[in-house]
């Protein structure tokens, strides 16, 4: 019978190694679990030298990694952690979470590959890490803490709690913005339909009666007839221009012009600025309160801010810190996040608790951005109703000063 080598950790966190036979590395795996472990490595004895390039032939398998939508993210943590809160292994919670996936193919497919990636030795961390288009740094990084001490289930739970936080404020934006979306896509629709539609036979029958029109008439008419005439050739022309724009917008200058462009703009950097310090103080909360040292947590959060200019100035603070601790002198010396922000860090460090100045800072952001939706919605709601007045009553006026001429006109004759 196989002999297979393994490296594994108590509920404690302490690392333990040993050797066992069993038939396969699945019954291997089985074995350590039964035994109260959780399971890092296991190899093969005969073949442990051999083991190292198996990476190798892991990276077919990277390259068809599916996506999880952010919703089933969430669903996926708070399902193994309730799992794993229960006594199921993670073994058998990762394949009872596969087999219960059948909605979602993308989502079976990576908790499938997680699953086989466990089995043949891998730790959860680096099986995660070989999906970064699913598992973000964050995510990993708390992953890997919370198995270093044996605390996986409390450090899921965290997970759960920060994003079912950032979806909700993803929702707040979302809500926001579905009513001005709809006021502004019905004017538009309502205003092509006309030129499309209606202007064309009031302009049969205006160019019958063979009377000069008035200027607001000839403008709707002249737009009228161009969008019919060369509508298509702008609907190719704009295709690439908006392909290239937003190529445009991806590349690092491009994200900087537009980072910069949504800090400036008035009634949207104000949601903008508040959602991203409630980020951050949330994301850095979360990365301390496990553990992860200042610097890599700062590293991480730089990437998962949203924000280029802030994540620049968040990168120009982590060189600047120097002791690995104080990290407010260094954000405040950018002169981008609010000073406010930074005494509360400062009053954190103080105190020794910057976990709990970050959760404070981050629920008064969280609080200023649902003021600052509140904010945005109602001053942009009787905006969007003047502009779409202003342009269904432009067609409206035009066909009617037209009218009233001819009919002026008929009554003098």
């Not at 990276?59 to 309730?82: C, H, K, N, V």
Request: charged share 20%; net charge positive.
């Amino acid at each position: 019978m196989p002999q297979f080598v393994y490296a594994a950790r108590s509920r404690a966190g302490e690392k333990v190694e040993g050797a066992l036979e069993a038939n396969d590395r699945r019954t291997a795996l089985l074995q350590i679990e039964k035994l109260g472990y959780i399971p890092v490595s296991v190899q093969d004895r005969g073949s442990a030298a051999a083991r190292p390039g198996a990476g190798d032939s892991a990276a077919p398998r990277i390259g068809r990694r599916r996506r999880m939508g952010g919703r089933d993210l969430l669903l996926f943590t708070t399902e193994l952690s309730d799992l794993l809160a229960s006594g199921m292994t993670l073994g058998n919670a990762l394949n009872a979470l596969a087999k219960r996936r059948s909605d979602s193919v993308g989502g079976a497919a990576v908790i499938a590959e997680l699953r086989d990636e466990i089995v043949c030795g891998s730790s959860l961390s680096d099986a995660m890490s070989l999906s970064p288009r699913v598992f973000s740094k964050l995510y990993v990084n708390m992953i890997r803490a919370g198995e270093a001490s044996g605390a996986l289930g409390e450090v899921l739970k965290r997970l759960v709690s920060h994003y079912e936080r950032v979806q909700e404020t993803k929702d707040k934006v979302t809500m926001a913005l579905v009513y001005p979306c709809i006021v502004l896509a019905m004017g538009l629709g309502t205003l092509v339909f006309s030129l499309v539609k209606v202007i064309p036979t009031f302009s049969a029958v205006f160019a019958n009666m063979k009377t000069a029109l008035p200027l607001p008439t000839r403008i709707l008419i002249g737009a009228s007839s161009w969008l019919l005439k060369y509508g298509w050739l702008a609907a190719l022309v704009m295709a690439p221009v908006c392909i290239l724009s937003w190529r445009a917008l991806r590349t690092e200058r491009g994200r900087l012009w537009r980072d910069r462009l949504l800090l400036k703009t008035p009634l949207l950097r104000g949601i903008v600025a508040s959602g991203i310090f409630a980020n951050f103080a949330r994301t850095l909360e979360t990365l301390l309160a496990n553990g992860v040292p200042v610097l890599r947590a700062l590293a991480i959060v730089e990437q998962t801010v949203g924000n280029t200019v802030i994540g620049r100035e968040i990168r120009n603070a982590r060189n600047r810190v120097t002791d690995g601790t104080t990290i407010s002198g260094p954000l405040a010396a950018g002169k981008v996040f609010p000073p406010m922000m930074t005494d509360m860090l400062s009053v954190g460090e103080q105190t020794g608790d910057m976990c709990g100045a970050l959760a404070h800072v981050s629920r008064r952001y969280e609080s200023e951005l649902e003021r600052n939706l509140k904010i945005f919605t109602t001053a942009l709601e009787p905006i969007l109703i003047v502009v779409v007045a202003v342009m269904v009553g432009f067609v409206a006026i035009s066909i009617l000063m037209a009218v009233f001429r001819l009919t002026s006109g008929i009554g003098m004759a």
